[in-house]
């Protein structure tokens, strides 16, 4: 039977699935309001289309930094202390873009605006990026020592195969959201997310490619899961290869499912390849942060399984209701917001 270790490191990764998944599309339409947009309206208007779920959908984050700290506390202070300047920097930047959403419409002037409109595309560019520096800075190994104190300096987080990392995660998040904005927006501005969506694949797959190459020659992920990260590669490739073929068929509620399986298949081998450790040191394995040394008490995680079973339908039912309620498109000529 699966130990509650085993159960509660699952529950994390489902999370940051989760998470990645809802905010990736978030984070993607942040961008396009810079890169797709052509004047104040359509900007308006992809604005509008995540304002019911941006801010559900950061949650996913937040509850998944929470179940690490109560479930594997050594993990937490780990992560935390080591890559606090990262962490510091994706907050401000999360924190600029959720008051621009709010303040960009207070007033009518072009330099307002303007700024606000940077913020959103800073904090919808800065934080995915940042993240995968993290996630692939997880696989690739940092300086942890005996006492489970990492001692990282700025090349050992910031270097080709982690830029790469975040590059990918950046471009495959604006991909997901000009999907998310073929479902969720009409006319011209559909049309043109969903060709812009097409043009990326290219780039986005050369990426792909080579973060799979440095990652089989740069960490030991394929050594220690290589039957089923292969098996997660495949599967990645067809969703891929599927989402490019619903786009030129227009059947944009299939490609955008495909987008967020390519994206959930991502952050999966990540964890997948952890797995039973949470951090690799790079100074010697047995210094690995693991499921089991760095995890609470049994009687803790028991506790904890048995209030997240309470409260979990209940959360999930809620945002399923808003994804619900707030399913139509969003049309220019309506009463924009923002």
């Not at 935390?80 to 007033?107: D, M, N, T």
């Not at 001692?151 to 910031?158: P, Q, R, S």
């Not at 994206?263 to 949470?278: E, N």
Request: hydrophobic share 55%; proline share 3%; aromatic share 16%.
């Amino acid at each position: 039977m699966i130990s509650l270790n085993e159960l509660w490191f699952v529950l994390i990764a489902v999370l940051f699935i989760g998470f990645f998944f809802l905010e990736g599309f978030d984070f993607g339409v942040g961008m396009e309001t810079q890169i797709l947009a052509k004047n104040d309206t359509e900007r308006r208007v992809l604005i509008n289309s995540i304002g019911p779920f941006w801010d559900g959908n950061e949650v996913w984050l937040i509850t998944a930094a929470g179940a690490m700290f109560a479930a594997f506390p050594e993990w937490y202070a780990t992560l935390f202390s080591g890559f606090y300047i990262p962490f510091v920097f994706a907050l401000l930047a999360l924190i600029a873009r959720g008051v621009a959403f709010e303040f960009r419409g207070k007033r009518d002037s072009l330099a307002w605006k303007r700024t606000w409109d940077a913020c959103i595309f800073i904090g919808s560019f800065l934080p995915p990026f940042l993240l995968a520096v993290v996630f692939a800075s997880f696989i690739k190994g940092l300086p942890i020592d005996g006492e489970m104190q990492m001692y990282a300096g700025f090349t050992d987080i910031v270097n080709v195969y982690t830029v790469v990392a975040g590059l990918t995660v950046v471009l495959l998040c604006l991909v997901h959201g000009l999907m998310f904005t073929t479902l969720r927006t009409v006319g011209d501005l559909q049309v043109r997310a969903r060709k812009l969506a097409q043009k990326l694949l290219i780039p986005l797959a050369a990426l792909f490619t080579a973060f799979v190459i440095m990652t089989y020659n740069m960490t030991d992920i394929f050594e220690q899961r290589g039957t089923i990260l292969m098996i997660i590669v495949a599967l990645g490739v067809i969703a891929f290869v599927l989402s490019g073929y619903f786009m030129t068929k227009k059947k944009d509620g299939y490609a955008f499912g495909m987008t967020g399986a390519v994206m959930a298949l991502s952050v999966t081998s990540i964890f997948v390849g952890l797995f039973p450790r949470v951090m690799i040191s790079s100074i010697d394995q047995a210094f690995n942060l693991t499921i089991t040394n760095a995890a609470s008490g049994h009687y803790s995680l028991k506790v904890m399984t048995i209030v997240a079973l309470t409260i979990l339908p209940f959360v999930l039912g809620y945002q399923i209701w808003s994804y619900f309620v707030f399913h139509k498109r969003v049309h220019e000529k309506e009463h924009l917001e923002y």
